[in-house]
């Protein structure tokens, strides 16, 4: 079956430009999760939802960082008033259940963020 | 709070020589560990994963890792490179409870294999 997809795959903008990326998790999954990647780090824990639930937002890095899931599937990322500090790779990824257990997480293929 | 440390930024070996990623965490309960596997332009591919029970984890391409509780490791090995092994790979850590679900990732290690 379809994988976890993101889109934008690339997106370039102007600083103070906001932009939305997308995930479209794999169907059926219930937990979505979002990290951003910097350059020559790994994955950093952005948020992630049970069906349209927002569970934990604790690694949003400030409010203009914004995600919602309103009907349990696709999620969108929003970014306010970019910022040059906010280009990176953006990833998605979905599990089969939020709940007990430690689900295998699918990654989708990323949407890199270039604010110029 | 967790965090992993993946030991070497770059590793390199020759085709058909031990593959060995070090990765060590540190967690205040007893963790969820994992490896992942990036190629260029794709996403993070699961290559194995420790939960509880056998210590010693199998996963996809020939690749296993030890879960060794008092030196807080996870090290990723494979007998014999393959060329098709070069790839980045990431430790990653879920303490569970109350931060389940977030992983927390190392920063990486760019695997080379030359012929």
């Given at each position: 079956g379809a994988g976890v997809s993101q889109s934008p795959r690339y997106k370039v903008t102007k600083r103070g430009q906001d932009v939305a990326l997308r995930c479209d998790p794999i169907s059926g999954h219930v937990s979505l999760y979002w990290y951003r990647q910097a350059l020559g780090q790994g994955p950093e824990f952005l948020t992630y939802f049970n069906y349209e639930a927002?569970?934990?937002?604790?690694?949003?890095?400030?409010?203009?960082f914004s995600a919602e899931r309103p009907e349990g599937s696709i999620s969108t990322l929003t970014i306010q008033r970019?910022?040059?500090?906010?280009s990176a790779m953006y990833r998605c990824a979905s599990s089969v259940?939020?709940?007990?257990?430690p689900d295998t997480q699918y990654f989708g293929p990323g949407t890199r963020l270039t604010v110029l | 709070a967790q965090s992993v440390t993946q030991l070497g930024s770059h590793v390199s070996v020759s085709e058909g020589a031990l593959v060995l990623l070090r990765c060590n965490y540190s967690s205040s309960v007893p963790p969820y560990l994992f490896w992942y596997v990036q190629y260029p332009n794709q996403g993070l591919q699961l290559l194995l994963k420790y939960t509880t029970g056998a210590t010693l984890v199998k996963g996809i391409n020939g690749f296993e890792a030890e879960f060794k509780k008092s030196e807080t490791s996870f090290h990723l090995t494979k007998p014999s490179a393959h060329m098709s092994d070069a790839a980045e790979y990431f430790c990653a850590v879920d303490a569970g409870?109350?931060?389940?679900?977030?992983l927390t990732f190392g920063q990486g290690t760019i695997l080379t294999v030359h012929p």
């Open positions: 927002q569970q934990d937002k604790s690694g949003l890095p400030n409010d203009r970019t910022e040059q500090r906010d259940s939020g709940t007990g257990g | 409870g109350t931060s389940y679900g977030k």
